[in-house]
C-alpha cells in the first residue's frame, strides 16, 4: 500500500493522447482522418479530467510526409503544408490546441527540405529522421552528416535557433513514441493512440516519504519500491479510464510511455537525484541513481511500454538541469555517459552556434553507436545558437524552454 498522499492525482499528468494515423496523397480525406483524431483525442481529455487527470496535450503523428505531401519541390510542399495548416486551424475543428507532427523524412530530398518546414510551420511540423547502423555497428556517417548540417542551418534560420526543438536524430527509435519530435508512424501499421505521462512531482513526492535510512543498499531499495508503486498505482487508474472509455473514433491502445517527462511546470529531476543522496546532478552517484529511476519506469506493468520508457534528461526543458548547465556540474560526455544505462540521449542541448558540422555529426554518431550497442532508443536535439559561446547565458522565447549556459561540444 503507498502513502494516501501519493494516490493524489495531480502528482502525475497525462502529458500526452497521441494519435497515429496514416495519411494518402488524396487531400480531400485529411480533413476527415484528423478531425476524427482530435476528437477523440479531446474526448479522452475529458474524460480524464472528470477522473481528476490533467491532460496538457493532444498530439497526432503521421506516416512519412514523403508519402502524403507533394515533395517533388520545396514549394509543392510548402503548399500542401499551408492545406494541412489551415484544416488544423479552421472552425471544424474541436476547440483545443493539437501539436502535430508530420512524421520521418526518408530522402535526401526531404532532409534538405526539413528546416524550411520548421521555419514556416513551427509546431506542426516536428520532424524526425531514422539514421540506421552497418554490420558493424558503425552509424550511417553521411546520413549523420545531412542531418547535422539540418541542424545547424535550422540554428540559423528560426528565431534563437529555437527550431531544433522541433527536430530530432533518431537512432535506434521504434515508431509509436508518443513525446515529438521523435514520433513517427509507418503507414504499413494500423492506426492507433498512445500515452505519454509526466511523473517528476510523483517521484519526489515518494522519495520524501522513506526515512532517514544510512544504509545506502537498504536507501535504494526502500526507493525503487515506493516510487514504482507509486508509478504503478496511477498507471492502473489510468489503463480503467483508458478500457473503459468507449468511443465511435476510438483506435487501438498502443501503450503508454511511462518515462518521467520533466517540463518547466513540475519537479525538476535534480531534485529526485538530490533525494536519492546524490549532492548535486552530475556529481559522482549520479550515474548510479539514473540506473536505479530506469528500473523503475521500466517495472510499470498492465500495459505495453512503448516508446522510450526510461528516464528523460531533457537540458532547456527542466529548470534543475538548466540551472545545473549554469553551474557547470555536468557536460555533454557526461550526458551520453548517463545515457548509457537511461534515458533519451541528448535532448534539448545549447551549443555554441560555431560547432561545425563535423563535429555535431560526430556526437551524433557516438549516441548512435550507444544506441545500437546497448539496444536502446536514443535521439539527438541539439541547438546550435548562433554568436553564442560555452558559458554564455540562452536567450529563449518559447514556453517551452528554460535558459541555460551553453554547452562544448569536446
Not at 145 to 167: D, M, S, Y
Not at 272 to 285: E, M, N, R
Request: proline share 3%.
Amino acid at each position: 500500500m503507498i502513502n494516501e498522499n501519493l494516490k493524489n492525482k495531480e502528482l502525475c499528468k497525462v502529458r500526452t493522447i497521441t494519435s497515429f494515423l496514416t495519411l494518402t496523397n488524396d487531400k480531400s480525406s485529411w480533413e476527415e482522418k484528423i478531425k476524427k483524431a482530435s476528437i477523440f483525442g479531446g474526448d479522452l481529455a475529458k474524460q480524464f479530467n472528470a477522473n481528476d487527470y490533467e491532460v496538457q496535450s493532444i498530439r497526432i503523428v503521421t506516416n512519412a510526409f514523403g508519402e502524403y505531401l507533394d515533395t517533388s519541390s520545396l514549394q509543392n510542399t510548402l503548399d500542401d503544408m499551408r492545406y494541412l495548416a489551415n484544416i488544423l486551424q479552421s472552425d471544424s475543428m474541436p476547440d483545443i490546441r493539437i501539436r502535430f507532427a508530420i512524421g520521418e523524412a526518408k530522402t535526401s530530398n526531404e532532409i534538405d527540405m526539413i528546416p524550411y518546414l520548421i521555419k514556416e510551420f513551427g509546431d506542426i511540423s516536428n520532424i524526425c529522421v531514422n539514421v540506421d547502423v552497418d554490420k558493424l555497428g558503425i552509424v550511417n556517417k553521411d546520413l549523420t552528416l545531412q542531418c547535422a548540417k539540418v541542424v545547424k542551418k535550422i540554428g540559423q534560420i528560426t528565431p534563437r535557433g529555437e527550431g531544433n526543438f522541433n527536430f530530432t536524430i533518431n537512432y535506434n527509435c521504434k515508431p509509436l513514441i508518443p513525446y515529438f519530435p521523435a514520433s513517427y508512424h509507418n503507414s504499413s501499421d494500423e492506426d492507433c493512440f498512445a500515452l505519454g505521462l509526466e511523473s517528476p512531482d510523483l517521484l519526489v513526492e515518494a522519495l520524501k516519504t522513506i526515512d532517514n535510512e544510512k544504509n545506502h543498499n537498504i536507501k535504494m531499495q526502500k526507493s525503487f519500491d515506493i516510487m514504482s508503486s507509486s508509478l504503478q498505482y496511477h498507471i492502473d487508474n489510468i489503463l480503467d479510464i483508458v478500457n473503459s472509455f468507449n468511443h465511435k473514433y476510438k483506435t487501438k491502445f498502443a501503450g503508454i510511455d511511462t518515462s518521467a517527462a520533466p517540463s518547466k511546470n513540475c519537479s525538476s529531476m535534480v531534485d529526485v537525484y538530490k533525494l536519492l543522496g546524490v549532492p548535486y546532478f552530475g556529481a559522482s552517484g549520479t550515474l548510479e541513481a539514473s540506473s536505479l529511476l530506469t528500473k523503475v519506469f521500466k517495472s510499470a506493468k498492465g500495459c505495453e511500454l512503448i516508446g522510450f520508457s526510461g528516464l528523460m534528461l531533457a537540458v532547456v526543458e527542466d529548470e534543475g538541469l538548466a540551472q545545473a548547465t549554469k553551474d557547470k556540474q555536468f557536460d555533454i560526455r557526461a550526458l551520453l555517459q548517463y545515457s548509457s544505462v537511461c534515458g533519451i540521449g541528448l535532448d534539448t542541448v545549447p551549443i555554441e552556434g560555431d560547432t561545425s558540422v563535423e563535429k555535431i555529426a560526430d556526437i551524433c554518431s557516438d549516441t548512435g553507436a550507444l544506441a545500437f550497442r546497448l539496444n536502446k532508443p536514443l535521439t539527438v536535439r541539439v541547438f546550435p545558437l548562433p554568436n553564442l559561446k560555452a558559458g554564455d547565458i540562452t536567450q529563449f522565447q518559447s514556453d517551452d524552454l528554460c535558459n541555460s549556459a551553453v554547452l562544448l561540444v569536446p
